[in-house]
């Protein structure tokens, strides 16, 4: 089975701070790896998602991801937060074959003070 | 672009009642879920579906049950609701169980109450 791990229940930064929120999976099989938002009131979107290839994917928001695979993470980074990005971040992993249930982590809640 | 539409946003009900909670996607997707999300827990798999009259268990189905009788549709019935479901609850939908590389995209999400 699948399992995700973020450490950050609450990460509070001052506006055009750097960020970074924690992720770290767990998987006997191969994963694709996503970073969802909520924003208030609002259903999850995705934010980022690493398949293959290069191992640092972008955001259109600023927002990057790297996988590691030997340290089985996938740290969320934004150089200058905005008070814009506050908001939930959850990390999520599916199976690249068979069934493709996401499993997600316990939510990051991002706090961006002015 | 894709929409995943959950007919309530807020929903009160009593202790005992039955409880359906309906979402509707517009994109031909296969895939359909239910989630619950809980502070501190993130979000939990209830149950899925990959196909019309199909359904599978996920993490928690222990107090629900779904009905999934149109490929745009899937509902989640709490059969004899309690206080402790209630939580926020978010369909999800993804492309096919082949396409797993596809992101899920979800509705907004039902707030229920149970007093």
């Known amino acids: 089975a699948q399992s995700v791990t973020q450490l950050d229940s609450q990460v509070p930064v001052f506006e055009e701070a750097p960020v970074e929120l924690r992720c770290n999976y767990s998987s006997s099989v191969s994963v694709y790896l996503f970073w969802y938002v909520q924003y208030p009131n609002q259903g999850l979107q995705l934010l980022l998602k690493y398949l293959s290839g290069s191992t640092l994917v972008e955001s259109i928001n600023g927002f990057e991801a790297e996988f590691n695979k030997s340290q089985t993470s996938f740290h969320l980074r934004k150089p200058s937060v905005h008070i814009s990005d506050t908001a939930e971040y959850f990390c999520?992993?599916?199976?690249?074959?068979?069934?493709?249930?996401?499993?997600f982590g316990t939510g990051t809640r991002l706090t961006v003070i002015p | 672009d894709v929409k995943v539409t959950q007919s309530s946003r807020y929903l009160v009900k009593r202790t005992g009642e039955k409880v359906f909670l309906e979402c509707v996607q517009d994109?031909?997707?296969?895939?359909m879920f239910w989630y619950r999300q809980d502070p501190g827990l993130g979000l939990r798999l209830i149950y899925f579906s990959y196909d019309v009259k199909m359904k599978e268990k996920g993490d928690i189905p222990e107090g629900y049950s779904v009905s999934r009788e149109k490929k745009e549709r899937f509902s989640l019935i709490l059969e004899s609701a309690s206080t402790n479901q209630t939580s926020m609850y978010l369909c999800?939908?993804?492309?096919?169980?082949?396409?797993?590389?596809?992101?899920?995209?979800f509705g907004q999400g039902t707030r229920l109450t149970v007093v």
């Open positions: 994109m031909d997707h296969e895939n």
């Open positions: 999520a992993v599916t199976r690249q074959t068979g069934a493709n249930n996401l499993f």
């Open positions: 999800a939908s993804s492309l096919s169980r082949i396409r797993v590389n596809t992101e899920a995209f």
